[in-house]
């Protein structure tokens, strides 16, 4: 049996970083907008929000996580969540987000 490369949560949280709203040029995860990610093996669950609940986008970067995560050496499946609770707030934004969008 061949082994599988071992997927941490920080090789999802990396992979996410190259995933972004298009009408915001910061990734999703300096934008707060993922809320958990699960690694089971080869299995990969995010829940992750939007800045806003009725964002046109949503399934456009859903579908832009679930790609990116796919191209993880060892992942066999992905499951990407979109929540809308609790509500996004711009206080989830990181520190490296809010130097990107001039709010340091």
């Known amino acids: ?9 920080d090789d999802v949280i990396e992979a996410l970083k190259d ?5 915001i ?8 907008l993922v809320y958990d990610v699960g690694v089971d093996k080869g299995d990969v ?3 992750m929000t939007l800045t806003f609940a009725g ?5 456009y970067i ?3 996580a679930e790609w990116r995560i796919a191209e993880i050496e060892g992942v066999e ?3 990407v969540e979109l929540v809308y609770d ?19």
Do not use: S, Y
């Open 62 to 64: 859903a579908q832009q």
């Open 77 to 79: 499946d992905v499951n």
């Open 1 to 9: 049996m061949a082994e599988t490369a071992t997927i941490t949560r």
């Open 45 to 47: 669950d995010v829940k």
């Open 86 to 104: 609790p509500p996004w707030t711009p206080d989830l934004i990181t520190e490296d987000g809010k130097k990107l969008l001039g709010l340091d």
């Open 55 to 59: 964002c046109g986008m949503g399934p």
């Open 19 to 23: 995933v972004f709203d298009p009408e």
């Open 25 to 32: 040029p910061v990734n999703v995860v300096d934008l707060g």
